[in-house]
Structure formats: structure tokens, C-alpha cells
């Protein structure tokens, strides 16, 4: 099981995240993404190489 984290300070709101993501696990929320899915991620790291910032961190747990 995978713990998703956006740091938000660093989340630009492209909203890329939401795009790739095949699983669902973000929404935007005040034009930030929030990871309100983190359950769901199969690690495919689709998010990690298309978020202009490197704000997703991605934690096995
Ligand atoms: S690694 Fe893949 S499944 Fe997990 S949050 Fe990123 S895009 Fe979604």
C-alpha cells in the first residue's frame, strides 16, 4: 500500500496529477491537487514524472 502527499506550497494547479493518475486518487481542491485516494495508487509513477513542481511524494507503507 502506497501513502500519496502533495506539498502544497509547492502544487502549481496544473492539475497533470489528475490527469495521468489511472486510478483516481486526485481531485483539486482551491486549485490545489489533494491526494483523496491514496489508498488506490499501483505506484505507476505517471504523477511523479509529469508534475512540473516534484510535489507528490509517494510513501510504501
Ligand atoms: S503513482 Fe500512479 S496510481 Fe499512484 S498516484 Fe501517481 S499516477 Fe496515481
Known sequence: MYIV???AE???GSAKC???CPQGVF?????KSVPV???ECIYCES???ECPT???T???V
Open 5 to 7: 502527499t502533495v506539498d
Open 10 to 12: 509547492k502544487c502549481d
Open 18 to 20: 489528475v490527469d495521468v
Open 27 to 31: 481531485e483539486m481542491e482551491d486549485n
Open 37 to 39: 485516494n491514496s489508498d
Open 47 to 49: 504523477c511523479l514524472s
Open 54 to 56: 516534484g510535489a507528490i
Open 58 to 60: 509517494i510513501t510504501e
